[in-house]
């Protein structure tokens, strides 16, 4: 359920930036392997109605050129390049082994996308390149939300939208209690016995708990320069921000 982070997590404080990117790193392909059976099993298979929603937003101005920031095993790169055959995906991450599988996923689907490695922060493409950005569930990762979004403005060609799909704080009440007891104490175990790496899916729940709760995260897109709006899905568990680029 997260998209590989080309940035360390926020909380990690050990190490300088750049070892806390190779041990985040480390830990996304150590999981490479289970990574969409976790997400269907620990999402019940929700998540990918949510990437529907999200993939329905990104297309909706009929763009020619996509990216998929923080791609993972490209879910939803995938997801984009069958609702709109005709337009050029491309999903990028630092993670080898997900890529790796991601490209297995789309030769077993005789797909066509281009899955390239790269830095979330510092991305590899030159200014305007891409009609549309997205990212899914790896955001929040990011050790520096305002450059991300920079970066993603910045690729992103005038009139251009960007659309991100994440994992916001749980709310308050009792839906939101239960969910974030869930988080907590049932998800990491769950993670742990099919995974065999606990501490991926420990820093699942608090890199969501230290997420921005969905209107700070509107603010700090509208602050980039975005024309911005959201909504939440199932009860508040995720959330789709669509940034457009007047």
């Known amino acids: 359920?997260?998209?590989?982070?080309?940035?360390p997590p926020?909380?990690?404080?050990?190490?300088?930036p750049r070892d806390k990117g190779r041990e985040v790193q480390a830990m996304f392909a150590s999981i490479a392997p289970r990574y969409d059976l976790l997400n269907r099993v620990?999402?019940?298979?929700?998540?990918?109605?949510?990437?529907?929603?999200?993939a329905?937003?990104?297309?909706?101005?009929?763009?020619?050129?996509?990216?998929d920031v923080a791609t993972g095993t490209a879910d939803f790169a995938l997801e984009l390049k069958v609702r709109a055959p005709e337009a050029e995906v491309v999903g990028s991450d630092f993670v080898p082994q997900m890529l790796e599988i991601g490209r297995a996923k789309a030769r077993a689907r005789g797909l066509t996308i281009g899955l390239e490695e790269g830095d979330a922060l510092n991305l590899p493409y030159p200014d305007g390149s891409f009609d549309a950005v997205?990212?899914?569930?790896?955001?929040?990762?990011?050790?520096?939300?305002?450059q991300g979004l920079a970066e993603m403005w910045r690729v992103l060609a005038p009139g251009g939208r960007l659309v991100l799909l994440?994992?916001?704080p749980p709310r308050p009440g009792l839906f939101g209690s239960a969910f974030r007891v869930y988080f907590r104490h049932v998800l990491p175990r769950v993670g742990a016995l099919i995974s065999g790496n606990a501490g991926a899916y420990t820093y699942l729940p608090e890199s969501v708990l230290a997420f921005p709760d969905p209107e700070r995260l509107a603010g700090l897109m509208h602050a980039t320069g975005f024309r911005t709006r959201y909504r939440l899905l199932t009860f508040g568990i995720a959330a789709i921000h669509v940034g457009d680029k007047g």
Request: include cysteine; charged fraction near 25%.
């Open 166 to 168: 994440e994992f916001p």
């Open 134 to 146: 997205t990212c899914a569930f790896g955001f929040r990762n990011f050790a520096d939300y305002g």
């Open 42 to 54: 620990l999402s019940l298979g929700v998540d990918r109605g949510w990437r529907r929603e999200a």
């Open 56 to 67: 329905r937003e990104a297309l909706g101005l009929s763009p020619r050129r996509l990216l």
């Open 10 to 16: 926020v909380g990690n404080r050990h190490g300088g």
């Open 1 to 7: 359920m997260t998209s590989s982070p080309s940035t």
